[in-house]
């Protein structure tokens, strides 16, 4: 897909959720620095299709991208798609999203985040794939409650089924490497917000909620608490890491297993702003930059819900060199701007 017909300066890259909040933005670093990337997304209606849409009309033309409109668990498509593409990297965020949703359908997180995850793993197997990045989620952590979470403690009490899914793609990744040699990446994102995301989280519902002047659902009567992590930080950290392929760790102990590392070429990485946010403080700030008071609905802690998350992300400084640091404050304000801007409110 030279688009001179010159081999490309950068690399080769299949993105998958290219339609989504992180895939959309990864898509969007990779070309700015002349990278070529295939865009895959089912365009699922899992929040409106729109906003999709709108995401994948920012890339659509650009020099060196092209969309490929596809489910990640169509098994044959999949295995079609990278015996024709080749690809250098693969960064893989298409999964079903959402704790409180793994309640109501839990179908979709089987098909999506493993039935997709394995075809993804096989697709890198048989092509030859140079590292794959995946992510992971700091849902991980589940019933664990020392904080910070490192990637060096256990984490085998998920208490949804998507953090259950996502412990599992961290596990069957692992055995790909073992087995095959593939450097696997897995990125434990810690809640991600900014311009362009999703609509089913809490700072996109509460600005909705807000501007109409609807009452708003605090959770856990607003003691959660959240590493709030703003997309750019994200990003930064997403193609930092894909650049970075995953080595064996020399030092790796089978008597004393260490989770975030092994003799196989394999790591995991907590992305996550390392400054929890108490959630009555996030709407707070939420307040200020719409210059609009809230009316809140104080309610009890949903089941699958962790009361607080907390990254440790000095495995990631030691590999890569990279922190997030973005404010709550700045970053609150640079979404607002644009959802002022996208809904014309």
């Known amino acids: 897909m030279g688009v001179t017909g010159q081999e490309p300066a950068g690399k080769r890259f299949l993105v998958t959720g290219a339609a989504g909040f992180i895939g959309f933005h990864v898509c969007q670093a990779l070309l700015a620095r002349g990278d070529e990337v295939v865009g895959l997304d089912n365009l699922n209606d899992y929040y409106e299709v729109q906003l999709k849409k709108d995401r994948l009309a920012q890339l659509e033309g650009r020099a060196g991208f092209a969309f490929v409109r596809l489910d990640v668990a169509d098994r044959a498509a999949m295995a079609a798609l990278f015996a024709r593409e080749r690809f250098d990297r693969v960064i893989h965020l298409a999964a079903q999203a959402g704790v409180r949703y793994s309640l109501e359908n839990p179908h979709a997180y089987v098909d ?18 140079g590292h794959l990045v995946y992510a992971s989620s700091s849902s991980v952590y589940g019933a664990n409650t020392r904080m910070p979470f490192s990637v060096h403690h256990n984490v085998d009490h998920p208490v949804s089924l998507y953090a259950a899914s996502k412990k599992a793609n961290e596990l069957m990744a692992h055995t790909y490497a073992h087995l095959y040699g593939l450097p696997c990446t897995g990125l434990r994102f810690f809640t991600v917000y900014g311009p362009w995301g999703r609509p089913d989280m809490a700072l996109f519902l509460f600005t909705r909620a807000i501007l109409a002047g609807r009452p708003i659902d605090v959770y856990n009567h607003g003691k959660m608490r959240r590493d709030f992590t703003f997309i750019d930080d994200i990003v930064e950290g997403v193609v930092r890491t894909a650049d970075h392929v995953a080595r064996p760790n020399p030092a790796w102990d089978s008597d004393r297993p260490d989770p975030g590392t092994s003799r196989a070429p394999y790591r995991i990485y907590n992305i996550g702003n390392n400054q929890p946010v108490e959630l009555l403080h996030l709407i707070e700030v939420l307040e200020r930059a719409l210059g609009k008071k809230s009316e809140k609905n104080l309610l009890p802690i949903q089941p699958g819900d962790v009361p607080a998350t907390f ?3 000095e495995a990631l400084v030691q590999d890569v060199g990279f922190k997030p640091a973005t404010s709550i404050e700045d970053g609150v304000e640079r979404f607002v701007r644009w959802y002022r801007h996208y809904y014309n409110v």
């Open 112 to 129: 999506s985040n493993l039935v997709g995850f394995m075809n993804v793993l096989e697709g890198c197997r048989h092509s030859q794939v």
């Open 311 to 313: 990254a440790d992300v």
